[in-house]
């Protein structure tokens, strides 16, 4: 497939301020699921989606690259590649060359990639971790090859700190590569620290186009999850049992309050309290049905007013 244009540069502001989240694909969401929640993401104006190719080998019998398989037979089907900014990430799924951020690892992930969202470039292209253990020079030469050959566009780094990230955009600078345009860090009402301070701080200084991740603390605020007996056995117990043990319960009872005077849901709630601040371009947030999609479009239009910020800053 050709395609013509990326949908989406730096800059611009998305149609839809929401980025889809394709991580439940091949996961909690078969097929069927999957093609109802892209229908209707992109039929509301919706062009960011975000994938990996490590999505969904955690799911026992799965592999890897699920995701981007979905996703590449629905751009096929649904004939709407163009209108898409399509996201995908390298550094977790283990591969010939090993795993990581390694040049060959890089360019072998990058070709697979393409070929399962059959597509003949990529968007947005995430190092999906920080691979100290590999010299920034040879990660940062091997991307920058990929954009100088036509096969990505946008390079990105996701679970960066602020002191790498730093280090990565000056190598660049200093060899002349493609730098990180964008980051994704892990951002919500309960798990801060990873974004506010001094990587926020990069990232405005640097102009960098932030795209958190876990919006919805991985369904913990939506409200869905109170406490360890709604967990108990789920897919999502492991990543959802901090939420409980420690500042989740404050956090949904402020939510809760807002949600009482306002109608708010409390989805809404969470991810305008994420869209609202400086720097974020757009949230990420999954659904693995069309209602819940459907939520995440109406919310879009959902604005806090200060007090109500405040009220959830404080509940920690």
């Known amino acids: 497939m050709t395609v013509s244009k990326p949908a989406w540069t730096i800059g611009d502001r998305p149609a839809l301020s929401l980025m889809l989240g394709g991580n439940v694909f091949g996961w909690t969401a078969d097929r069927a699921a999957s093609f109802a929640v892209l229908d209707r993401f992109a039929d509301a104006g919706g062009t960011l989606i975000d994938t990996a190719d490590y999505y969904a080998a955690w799911v026992p019998g799965n592999k ?17 590649r163009n209108d898409m900014t399509i996201a995908t990430k390298v ?11 390694s040049a060959a690892r890089i360019r072998e992930a990058a070709d697979a990639s393409l070929r399962r969202l059959r597509t003949d470039v990529i968007d947005i292209y995430f190092a999906h971790i920080d691979d100290q253990a590999t010299p920034l020079e040879e990660t940062l030469a091997a991307f920058d090859a990929l954009v100088r050959q036509g096969k990505v566009r946008m390079l990105a780094a996701s679970n960066f700190t602020a002191k790498r ?27 801060r620290d990873s974004y506010e301070g001094p990587l926020e701080q990069l990232a405005l200084a640097e102009k960098l186009a932030v795209v958190p991740f876990y919006g919805l603390g991985g369904g913990y605020l939506t409200g869905k999850y109170r406490d360890a007996a709604d967990i108990l056995g789920t897919p999502r117990e492991t990543w959802l049992r901090p939420y409980v043990d420690e500042n989740g319960p404050a956090i949904l009872a402020a939510m809760d309050a807002i949600a ?18 400086p720097g974020i371009l757009a949230p990420i947030a999954s659904a693995t049905n069309a209602a819940q999609m459907d939520a995440l479009i109406v919310g879009t239009n959902v604005k806090l007013t200060p007090e109500q910020r405040r009220l959830l800053d404080i509940a920690i």
Request: charged share 20%; aromatic share 10%; proline share 4%.
């Open 91 to 101: 550094g977790l799924l283990e591969g010939p060359a090993g795993n990581g951020l």
């Open 64 to 80: 890897g690259g699920e995701s981007e398989r979905m996703i590449g037979e629905w751009l096929a089907t649904s004939g709407r």
């Open 260 to 277: 009482a005077d306002t109608g708010f849901s409390l989805p809404e709630i969470a991810m305008a309290w994420v869209r609202g601040k």
């Open 165 to 191: 990230l730093a280090e990565a955009l000056y190598i660049a600078d200093a060899n002349g590569f493609h730098r990180f345009k964008m980051i994704q860090p892990k951002y919500n009402l309960a798990v």
